[in-house]
């Protein structure tokens, strides 16, 4: 039953395969709860509201947190709408569910001085290889277009054009975006397809891709990038998207408009991005307490 409410959501919704992929991790991991670890039939029309919340709690005690939690309700509140749709269910148990309150926090990002000499660094240590020519221009490509960690290891080759300086992003719900970049990245991703051409020895639908022609996957580029990161940057987090939401606040810190921010990113949502400028508010107060003698406190 849930295997066709996925290949629902890509043919009939299409909602993109990263997307349909979170719906089937979170209701496997509820179908494995409300079935004892599969040792019990799933029977979705016979759980209560209280059975959902009770697994609502499960996870909160696992320490999952809110932001997931909440996910993972909206999961479960599409697979029986669902249900109820195709199927006749009468009613929606997750309907009443409560969402928990995540709470707000700005985005970890990593100051301009810092990520640029960890990219060169990163450079100088290149060796001319296909791989690490390839974990540099990841991270380039990472900082100076603010893709997501999931649209840059989708990025098809065809895509990618070094003469206009673009690139076309297929992001969240499919949603197409064309990203600029600069003369300096379009060198580097030229000289990276060479290689990988040597190395390979055809032309990839991928841009990225390992020594054997196939895809990265998350955790390969996430390790990239903390290995890149680590020892280098001071930050609480070390990751791909650290590296965009630096693009997006040193865009905002350096005069660039919200809305063009917004277009970049692929925010379908202004209010979405506006979370970076209460960022560059703090790197201006901060500058203001330190630089202004009269906010400065007296005695140290």
Not at 150 to 163: A, F, M, W
Request: overall charge positive; glycine content about 6%; proline content about 4%.
């Amino acid at each position: 039953m849930i295997s066709k409410f996925l290949k629902y959501l890509l043919s009939e919704q299409g909602l993109s395969p990263l997307t349909v992929e979170a719906y089937g991790r979170d209701l496997r991991q509820w179908a494995d709860y409300a079935t004892g670890g599969g040792r019990y039939e799933l029977r979705p029309e016979t759980a209560s509201l209280n059975d959902l919340r009770l697994w609502v709690a499960s996870l909160s005690r696992q320490g999952v947190s809110p932001r997931t939690i909440r996910r993972k309700i909206q999961s479960l509140r599409g697979f029986y709408n669902y249900l109820m749709r195709i199927h006749g269910l009468a009613d929606n148990p997750a309907a009443e569910l409560t969402s928990p309150r995540p709470a707000r926090s700005l985005p970890v990002y990593v100051r301009t001085e810092e990520t640029l000499a960890m990219l060169d660094a990163e450079e100088d240590l290149s060796d001319g290889s296909f791989e690490d020519v390839r974990n540099v221009l990841i991270l380039e490509l990472l900082y100076s277009t603010g893709l997501r960690c999931s649209e840059l290891i989708g990025l098809r080759d065809c895509h990618v054009d070094t003469v206009k300086h673009e690139l076309k992003v297929v992001g969240k719900r499919n949603k197409e975006r064309i990203v600029p970049f600069g003369f300096e990245l379009s060198d580097m991703i030229d000289r990276y397809r060479s290689l990988r051409y040597d190395a390979l020895g055809f032309h990839s639908e991928f841009l990225f891709v390992r020594t054997d022609g196939s895809p990265l996957y998350r955790k390969l580029v996430y390790n990239i990038v903390h290995r890149a990161m680590e020892g280098r940057v001071h930050a609480s987090r070390m990751s791909p998207h650290v590296l965009r939401h630096s693009f997006a606040t040193d865009m905002l810190n350096s005069g660039a408009e919200l809305t063009s921010v917004q277009q970049l990113l692929g925010h379908s949502s202004l209010s979405t991005t506006q979370v970076y400028t209460h960022i560059s508010f703090r790197e201006l107060k901060q500058n203001y307490q330190l630089a202004h003698p009269r906010a400065q406190n007296k005695g140290g």
